[in-house]
Structures are given as structure tokens and as C-alpha cells.
């Protein structure tokens, strides 16, 4: 991660760019891959399902090289599906992360880093996206085609400007009608969303607490899988574990591009394990700024990274 970090600052960009920019395209240009054998042309693609298949210069697909490709292009394709294979593991969380802190990319960033790249339109394909003005004023809502064409809930072609920023739709974004008619949209078209999108929990905070800090939505509550759990179910989804004294554990957090920092006080997890015994009881959480500690208004935390973090403590509590 340190060194992720020290790259991206000498380049001049964020680590999330950075990480758009290491993903391996094997020089596809656009979707496909050019080859020759025996004088004739094919294109190589990644399918769906993240396998590879081939175009000969009828249109004609199929799942193997042909015959009497050389060694040298058979090698060449053999190790391109073994990279394939280790990008996708970590490309599901990537997104989930993305969409629970609200990343956007400037259209032409994200066109380039996902329509333009043999992997991720894939992956751009099984998401819901809006695009919206430099204010954050919701302009489309829309899907990605195969051909990389972008529609809207009617199958209308949308563009989207260049200024336009893109980003995963998330359900606090958009009023119940909207949400069920783009539910049944996805119904319609036999579109599963590759991370659980428009049926995401929404929380919203409370309005006695919008000039605080602190919120006690889910104080004096315990958990019912126990400590060990609370350590496993907080690492999964990014939460960082600091050893605090008495070896108890804290988490946090943190998103750099806001300068937020969410600190759950989540008692009676110990650094070791615990075999479940002893209760994991969560009292409040706070919010403060990653520069200098500084208290931040609950009113002044970002929508989406409110329900998120409020999300993953209630999904801890709710799991059985």
C-alpha cells in the first residue's frame, strides 16, 4: 500500500487512478486482440464469464485457438488467461469500494478505464451508473451495452459530456419509484448487478444528531456472533484494526479525499483470540477529520459514506 501511495504521488494522481491506470489491458486495443495464422485474421476478446474466445474474419466465434496457431501465440494466450484469472479476484471488491465511498472519474477518465479496456467493460456491463454535473446534480442514469453504447430505463442512447462525472449508482441517490422501476429494468433484462446495488440499506441520520459528531444509532447494542466475529466481519470490508491498551482493538475508517475518518467504539474485542467468549458491544460511533483529529459534523458527512459505514455495523448486528 506504502508503495502504491509513494507511485501515485509521483505521478501527480490519486491512488484510485493509479489503480485504474496497473490494471492489465495485454495490448487488447479496445476489446480484441489481433493475431495471424496462416494468413488469415482473428480477434481474441474476453467473454462474460472472463474466459477467452476467438473471431476469424467472418464473424465466426469459437472457444479454442485455431489449429494451427504457433507455439509462440499459444503460449502468449495461455499466460494472457492466467493473468485474466488473478485481476478478477480483486476487481469485485475494488468496485464495492468505489461505490460504498462515492468515487466518480471526469467522463473521459472513466470511459478509458473501463469502455476502453478488454477487462473492466465487462465488469461495466453488470453495474448500475449515473453521470452528473460538476455540482453533483443527477443528469442520467444508464447502463452499458456490449457494444459500449450507454442507455437509459427507456433504451434511449445517452452521451454524456466530457466535463460529466461518472460514478456507481447507489440507492440514496434516487427516490423509491426510481428505484423500483430501474429494479425492474435490471428484472427485464436479465441483468444481475455484479455487487448488491439497488437493494443496498439506506440510512439516513437522524436529525438530532446532524450538529454532532457522534452518532448512537446502534448504542448499547451487542454482537450476537460474538468478538471473533466482529474482527473477521470489519477486516472484510476495509476497516483498519489498531491495537489499543489492555490489547484491546480499535477500528477505523478512513477517506482521504474527504478528509473523514469513522471510528466505531466497538468494547471487549481483544487483539487474540477469543474462542466467542465475552460480549462485543458497540456504544457509538465517532466521526473526525484524518488531518488533525478535528471533530466532523455528522451534517457534513457525505450521504453515501454515512449509509455505508452505518451499513457494515448493521450488517454485523443483523448477521445470525
Known amino acids: 500500500m506504502e508503495s502504491l501511495e509513494a507511485a501515485a504521488s509521483e505521478l501527480g494522481i490519486t491512488q484510485d487512478q493509479l489503480s485504474d491506470r496497473i490494471i492489465p489491458d495485454f495490448d487488447f486495443e479496445g476489446p480484441y486482440k489481433t493475431f495471424e495464422v496462416n494468413g488469415e485474421e482473428f480477434r481474441a476478446f474476453i467473454n462474460k464469464d472472463f474466459t477467452l474466445s476467438y473471431m476469424d474474419e467472418d464473424n465466426k466465434i469459437r472457444k479454442s485457438l485455431p489449429k494451427d496457431t504457433d507455439k509462440e501465440t499459444k503460449s502468449t494466450f495461455i499466460e494472457i488467461q492466467k493473468e485474466i484469472n488473478d485481476v478478477i479476484k480483486s ?15 471526469l467522463f473521459d477518465e472513466w470511459f478509458n478505464a473501463f469502455l476502453n479496456h478488454p477487462i473492466m467493460t465487462i465488469y461495466a456491463q453488470k453495474l448500475v451508473w449515473y453521470c452528473a ?120 475508517k478512513s477517506f482521504q479525499a474527504f478528509d473523514i475518518k469513522i471510528s466505531p467504539w466497538i468494547d471487549g474485542v481483544m487483539v487474540y483470540f477469543q474462542q466467542n467468549e465475552g460480549k462485543a458491544t458497540i456504544y457509538e460511533i465517532n466521526f473526525t477529520k484524518v488531518t488533525n483529529n478535528e471533530k466532523v459534523l455528522i451534517k457534513d458527512i457525505p450521504p453515501i459514506i454515512y449509509s455505508e459505514a452505518m451499513n457494515d455495523i448493521n450488517g454485523m448486528l443483523e448477521s445470525q
Open 133 to 252: 454535473d460538476s455540482e453533483g446534480n443527477l443528469i442520467h442514469i444508464f447502463l452499458v451495452q456490449e457494444d459500449t453504447s450507454l442507455i437509459d430505463i427507456e433504451d434511449n442512447e445517452v452521451y454524456p459530456d466530457e466535463k460529466h462525472l461518472v460514478g456507481i449508482l447507489h440507492p440514496i441517490m434516487i427516490d423509491e419509484s426510481t428505484k423500483s422501476a430501474w429494479k425492474q429494468k435490471l428484472y427485464e433484462s436479465s441483468i444481475k448487478t455484479l455487487i448488491p446495488q439497488l437493494e443496498r440499506e439506506v440510512f439516513i441520520p437522524n436529525n438530532d444528531e446532524l450538529e454532532k459528531s457522534i452518532t448512537k444509532l446502534f448504542a448499547d447494542r451487542d454482537v450476537p456472533k460474538g468478538p471473533d466475529f466482529v474482527k473477521s466481519w470489519m477486516e472484510k470490508r476495509g476497516w483498519y484494526k489498531e491495537t489499543g491498551d489492555g490489547g484491546y482493538l480499535h477500528f477505523s
Open 91 to 105: 476487481q469485485e471488491s475494488r468496485l464495492s469500494n468505489f461505490l460504498s465511498s462515492g468515487r466518480k472519474w
